[in-house]
């Protein structure tokens, strides 16, 4: 019984001089920063910091060591088969950017086609809809099961010699269910389709084995794992490292340069132009830390737990309206849920939920395409970290209510 | 920074529930749609002009209950207006609503509760949003 959180006095934004009534509903936007985290990367930055990579001296050469220790923490969190295959990037954005300038634009044609689905954020899309457009090809978009998963079959029927690549979420930012990605990739790569799988909303679920699922690219975001924003992880497969030109053109990722050619080095570093993120990558790592110590059973319990708890009580609710709805007997529920109240606008609702010190996401949730296709403008995203409890699903039900005898309008009721 | 529930005064809630021009069929002259990205608000304003007046306002969509409220308000005070004011009419009403002038100016009362929005900065593009589409219409050639 979750009926409090034994992890939240681990996040001083709860304390009593900073926000002791907050009830944080939005992990999936971004988790909230555990003390560890932030003293680990005050730490680094007063007393460690130099640049990475680059000088002879000590404190360099610690920051260097830092930077690839942390690389190999990374892929050891990731089950990635080596080191040598993780980027640091600013995030998932980036990464995917990465991806699709890098490893699929130099392939492009008109006759080339990108498979994605219904259910991915704008981050997913942007990049491979220019990229499309650019060269006169084909995005084509696999749709979603009843249950709000990408359909294997229909996706694997869009797959053809011209595909040059699958860029999938494994957990949508707005449906939250986990995506068949393992069966996706074998689907793929046995016509010799490269995968790309966008993780920013699965990595704070943990339990990876990369080398299961079988990607070629997985890419997250640290502060979706309690760790900072501006820092992220793309693994990529090395063969396509090694035949991937960088992206952004800088110092540190060259062989040798000349006013007339440059070559450039062969490793991830070839895509971490400039200083390093150091401070980003410790945050990373000790947030990591953070959440092996705990134990991923332990916490996969309590998002399991809590989880239950929200869907029960939100189907309680008779003006509620899930973009989706869970059959109560699944073993495992979504850790977040996006719903409409029934003649109350979102925005109006996150406004009085604010006034009750209670933070959602409403909107479309950087995800249009997928609100146009469940024919809604805008919906209310609830998600939760591990600080979360029963005691902050019992708040929400009381200002959703109170919300809902506010502004409901009476043809509604 | 005042609280959210101050926002929802009785003036703006008796607007939002029993709204003016709302989905109210018309022989529109003149229409435009606007959308506000952030929170997803979608309006279409529908204005009939003839003899150099304002002769029905009406307004339907998607919206939250400020941008409802702040629309019931525009064909409330909009109405009869002649051609030659309607464009100072509007820009005084989006004054208010930035806060740039004072709500208690008589020739703004009827929607002088627009101004509580001030105080919200980040529900703003709600309100503001009727009257720039109402613009939008009015500039556009008719139907």
Redo the contacts between chains.
């Keep these: 019984m979750a009926s409090t959180s034994i992890w939240k006095d681990d996040f001083p934004i709860f304390s009593s001089h900073a926000h002791p009534k907050l009830c944080y509903l939005d992990s999936a936007a971004t988790c909230l920063t555990p003390k560890r985290v932030a003293t680990a990367m005050y730490h680094y930055q007063c007393y460690s910091h130099a640049n990475s990579h680059k000088g002879l001296y000590k404190l360099s050469a610690n920051a260097t060591e830092l930077v690839e220790k942390s690389r190999s923490k990374v892929a050891d969190f990731l089950n990635a088969p080596t080191k040598s295959e993780l980027v640091f990037t600013s995030g998932t954005t980036e990464s995917i950017n990465i991806v699709a300038n890098c490893f699929v634009a130099p392939k492009m044609s008109a006759h080339a086609n990108i498979v994605i689905s219904s259910a991915e954020h704008h981050a997913n899309i942007l990049p491979w809809q220019k990229i499309c457009k650019a060269h006169g090809a084909q995005l084509r978009i696999a749709p979603l099961t009843l249950g709000g998963l990408i359909d294997t079959m229909a996706l694997s029927a869009l797959l053809d010699e011209n595909t040059l690549i699958v860029a999938i979420s494994h957990v949508s930012n707005v449906l939250g269910g986990i995506n068949p990605v393992a069966e996706i990739c074998q689907l793929a790569q046995k016509k010799g389709i490269a995968v790309l799988v966008d993780g920013a909303q699965a990595v704070a679920h943990g339990n990876f084995n990369l080398t299961e699922i079988g990607c070629d690219f997985y890419t997250f975001s640290a502060h979706k794992l309690y760790g900072p924003t501006g820092c992220g992880v793309l693994y990529a497969k090395g063969e396509h490292l090694t035949q991937m030109p960088p992206y952004i053109l800088g110092g540190g990722i060259i062989n040798k340069v000349s006013f007339e050619e440059t070559s450039y080095i062969n490793s991830p570093l070839k895509f971490e132009p400039g200083s390093h993120n150091v401070i980003g990558i410790v945050g990373l790592v000790e947030a990591i830390d953070y959440l092996n110590d705990i134990s991923w059973f332990e916490i996969t319990h309590h998002m399991s737990d809590i989880s239950a708890y929200l869907h029960h009580k939100l189907a309680q609710l008779h003006f509620i309206q899930p973009l989706l709805k869970h059959n109560r007997d699944e073993q495992l529920l979504p850790w977040l849920i996006t719903f409409r109240v029934e003649g ?5 609702v996150a ?2 939920l ?2 009750e010190n209670i933070a959602v996401r ?3 949730h950087c995800a249009q395409p997928l ?1 146009k296709l469940y024919d809604v ?2 919906s209310i995203r609830v998600s939760l970290g591990i600080y979360n409890s029963y005691q902050d699903i019992d708040r929400l039900i009381v200002a959703l209510n109170n919300a809902y005898q ?2 409901v ?2 043809e509604f009721e | 920074m005042k609280t959210e529930i101050g926002i929802y005064q009785q003036a703006l809630l008796e607007h939002h529930k029993n709204p003016i021009g709302f989905q109210m069929p018309i022989l529109a002259t003149h229409a435009a749609c606007g959308e506000n990205a952030i929170c997803g608000d979608e309006i279409t304003v529908e204005v009939n002009i003839a003899f150099g007046k304002i002769q029905e306002l009406s307004f339907l969509g998607d919206s939250c209950a400020i941008c409802r409220a702040s629309a019931s308000m525009m064909c409330q005070h909009l109405l009869d207006q002649p051609i030659a004011l309607i464009v100072e009419l509007t820009k005084r009403a989006m004054d208010l609503i930035n806060g740039d002038i004072d709500s208690d100016l008589k020739d703004i009362a009827c929607y002088s509760s627009l101004s509580v929005i001030r105080e919200h900065p980040v529900r703003k593009q709600c309100a503001l949003l009727p009257w720039q589409t109402f613009i939008n219409a009015i500039n556009k050639t008719n139907l």
């Design positions: 109350v606008h979102a925005h109006d406004s009085l604010d006034s409403v909107g479309h609100h403008n805008a506010l502004l309008i009476r």
